[in-house]
């Protein structure tokens, strides 16, 4: 059952994650999961290196259980211009690596855009590339489910993925707000809950991906959380939740952690 809760360091509204780091480890922050655009390895421009993190982390005790890989344009597995999807995957390989040296246990990965610009048979060659990477750093794949619209919007586009591989680093990163606009939890745990090696817990009123905290959306939450223990899913609660306005981050994490205690 899982019981720790790992905590977003939201990178677009606070750059400084290594400082950010430091604040929530001071109200019990315990794990964190940390957007690659934040870490200047992945993306040139950010202002925080791996090694400024990774001494954050160690002067803290604190771990990283998650990176989420840049996405959208070339950064997408399934875009179908070769080229491109060749410079997003080297990009993705440096995430892989940079995990593996911060210890984290996986990286999220976003399949696609809209159509024409992405396709499976891109998507499945990129899998397969980065499994190789994976499997050499000890690291884990999660493929996210998408919002309406994208190529990874319905069950079977991860479906086709799970079935085409047989690694254990590769799995599914369930996350809610965006099953929450495309039909719902119980109909993406159906599918593909036996492959969850991971989760963005956020909330939403079903029609726009606005990351509230869980309880102000229309998610039921009691439900959602028996569901992945039936499906086995060996945790952590991964927030991916927003500040409301005037929340602190300490807010934000007692809210958090009041749902999933």
């Known amino acids: 059952m899982p019981e720790r809760q790992v905590y977003w360091l939201r990178d677009f509204e606070r750059p400084d994650v290594d400082v950010y780091l430091r604040e929530v480890a001071e109200f019990g922050v315990k794990e964190v999961f940390v957007g690659g655009y934040a870490i200047a390895e992945i993306r040139p421009g950010a202002q925080v290196t791996a090694k400024a993190l990774a001494q954050a982390l160690a002067d803290t005790g604190t771990a990283v259980h998650t990176i989420h890989a840049l996405f959208a344009g070339e950064m997408d597995l399934g875009i ?14 440096t995430s892989l690596r940079v995990a593996a040296e911060l210890g984290a246990r996986n990286v999220v990965f976003h399949i696609g855009g ?20 994976a499997e050499e750093v000890g690291v884990d794949v999660a493929i996210e489910n998408l919002p309406p619209g ?38 993406w745990l159906d599918a593909v809950g036996a492959h969850l090696n991971m989760v963005h817990l956020h909330d939403n009123l079903g029609d726009s991906d606005t990351h509230l905290p869980p309880g102000m959306g229309t998610i039921d939450w009691p439900r959602l959380k ?4 039936e499906c086995g899913y ?5 927030s991916e939740t ?14 958090f952690h009041e749902v999933f205690e």
Do not use: Y
């Open 80 to 93: 179908a211009d070769e080229s491109a999807r060749a410079r997003g995957l080297a990009v993705h390989e």
């Open 114 to 133: 809209k159509q024409p610009q992405v396709t499976m048979a891109s998507v499945l060659r990129s899998v397969e590339q980065l499994l190789l990477t």
């Open 150 to 187: 994208l190529l990874g919007a319905e069950p079977q586009d991860l479906v086709t993925i799970m079935d085409a591989f047989t690694s254990p680093r590769l799995g599914v990163c369930l996350d809610t707000g965006h099953a929450n606009m495309t039909g719902g939890c119980d109909r």
């Open 226 to 229: 028996a569901r992945l223990r």
């Open 234 to 238: 060996p945790g952590p609660w991964v």
């Open 242 to 255: 927003r500040s409301q306005p005037g929340w602190t981050a300490a807010q934000l994490f007692a809210h």
